[in-house]
């Protein structure tokens, strides 16, 4: 959909829900960024009537090439494949070092809106393999920190002005164990590319199926659409997303036992890495690396705030 068509439909919308007159382009964005969350849903809503498409008047929420959307494809499967191979290209062409991945089916998970029973909900779509890591990145950051305490130390320039945004300038304390934290971390992450391959190439001879999660985003309607393997994707049609997804939905209880099994064995291994790097790692011998700065956008801070308080008044009540 052009920028021109949204303008239009939002300039409409704007129009006879909120009675806010708009005369261009810039002034629809505007009013359409300043409304607030709550009836920001109502808006959406009806926005999802005019530019979703089949039964469930579905919406990918999700850049795509110029001229492209998901009218071109038929199932979840053609979309997502082609992307990979986007991603991939770009990745060769900027990592002279990168030496390419296996196809799973979703290594990113992606933003949809759909309407059931005629009501909003907004959802993701991910891959099993994805959420499991998910679930266990959790419990393996929970555990990192009770091996290697640590604590965020706010920066001199943490929050100046710089460009268009604010600079982020913190620092990790670990009571002088700061290297040893961060090649913890570094097998982390080299663990985590490691299971999410095996975990992707065990997963592709289950079964086909989807798994349902109901989420609470915001207090509005919402939802986690989980996807075993790149079959199950090719059974989806974006034109009869809910109907296709009905045959093949399964409950996620059953996949407890292969989430039980990834998180023991992650346990496992941050226990021995953390023990080798007490006795055998070297922090004086460190990996150079470019230093990074990093640049928030304007309001994020705020937006941090928030989301603390919010966790803080959830963790008292």
Same mark, same amino acid.
Request: glycine share 6%; with cysteine.
């Given at each position: 959909?052009g920028?021109?068509?949204?303008?239009?439909?939002r300039?409409l919308?704007?129009?006879?829900?909120?009675?806010?007159?708009?005369?261009?382009?810039?002034?629809?964005?505007?009013?359409?960024?300043?409304?607030?969350?709550?009836?920001?849903?109502?808006?959406n809503?009806a926005?999802?009537?005019?530019?979703?498409?089949?039964e469930?008047?579905?919406?990918?929420n999700?850049?795509m090439?110029?001229?492209?959307?998901?009218? !071109?494809?038929s199932?979840? @499967?053609?979309?997502?494949y &082609?992307?990979? =191979?986007?991603?991939?290209?770009? *990745?060769?062409?900027?990592?002279?070092?990168?030496?390419?991945?296996?196809y799973?089916?979703?290594?990113?998970?992606w933003?949809?809106?759909?309407?059931?029973?005629?009501q909003l909900?907004?959802?993701?779509?991910?891959s099993?393999?994805?959420?499991?890591?998910?679930?266990?990145?959790?419990?393996?950051?929970?555990?990192?920190?009770?091996?290697?305490?640590?604590?965020?130390?706010e920066?001199?320039?943490?929050?100046k002005?710089?460009?268009g945004g604010?600079?982020?300038?913190?620092?990790?304390?670990?009571?002088?164990?700061?290297g040893?934290?961060d090649?913890?971390?570094?097998?982390?992450?080299?663990?985590?590319?490691?299971?999410?391959d095996i975990?992707?190439?065990?997963?592709?001879?289950w079964?086909?199926?989807?798994?349902?999660?109901e989420e609470?985003w915001?207090d !509005?309607?919402?939802?986690? @659409?989980?996807?075993?393997? &790149?079959?199950? =994707?090719?059974?989806?049609?974006? *034109?009869?997303?809910?109907?296709?997804?009905?045959?093949?939905l399964?409950?996620?209880?059953?996949?407890?036992t292969?989430?039980?099994?990834e998180?023991?064995?992650?346990?496992a291994?941050?226990d021995?890495?953390?023990?080798?790097?007490m006795?055998?790692?070297?922090?004086?011998?460190?990996?150079?690396?470019?230093k990074?700065?990093?640049?928030m956008?304007?309001?994020?801070?705020?937006?941090?705030?928030?989301?603390?308080?919010?966790?803080?008044?959830?963790?008292?009540?």
């Amino acid at each position: 959909m052009g920028d021109d068509v949204i303008y239009r439909i939002r300039h409409l919308l704007l129009a006879s829900l909120r009675g806010i007159e708009c005369h261009s382009e810039q002034e629809a964005n505007d009013a359409w960024e300043a409304v607030s969350i709550s009836d920001l849903y109502s808006l959406n809503w009806a926005m999802l009537l005019t530019s979703g498409i089949g039964e469930d008047h579905i919406y990918l929420n999700e850049s795509m090439e110029d001229g492209t959307s998901i009218l !071109d494809v038929s199932t979840l @499967y053609e979309y997502d494949y &082609a992307d990979y =191979l986007f991603q991939e290209h770009a *990745r060769f062409r900027d990592f002279s070092e990168y030496a390419g991945s296996r196809y799973y089916g979703i290594s990113h998970g992606w933003w949809i809106r759909l309407l059931i029973d005629g009501q909003l909900y907004y959802a993701t779509v991910t891959s099993l393999t994805t959420h499991l890591m998910g679930e266990i990145e959790e419990a393996a950051n929970g555990h990192i920190d009770n091996l290697i305490p640590s604590e965020l130390i706010e920066g001199e320039s943490n929050g100046k002005r710089q460009g268009g945004g604010f600079l982020w300038d913190m620092r990790t304390d670990a009571n002088g164990l700061e290297g040893q934290l961060d090649e913890l971390k570094r097998r982390w992450w080299a663990y985590q590319d490691e299971r999410r391959d095996i975990l992707g190439e065990e997963l592709a001879s289950w079964e086909p199926a989807v798994y349902m999660k109901e989420e609470n985003w915001d207090d !509005d309607p919402s939802r986690s @659409y989980i996807f075993t393997n &790149a079959e199950s =994707l090719q059974r989806v049609r974006w *034109r009869h997303y809910l109907s296709d997804c009905a045959s093949l939905l399964t409950p996620l209880a059953e996949t407890d036992t292969l989430l039980k099994r990834e998180a023991g064995l992650t346990i496992a291994f941050l226990d021995e890495a953390h023990a080798d790097i007490m006795e055998n790692f070297d922090p004086k011998v460190i990996k150079l690396r470019k230093k990074k700065k990093i640049i928030m956008a304007s309001g994020v801070f705020d937006e941090l705030g928030q989301i603390s308080s919010k966790l803080s008044d959830d963790d008292e009540s």
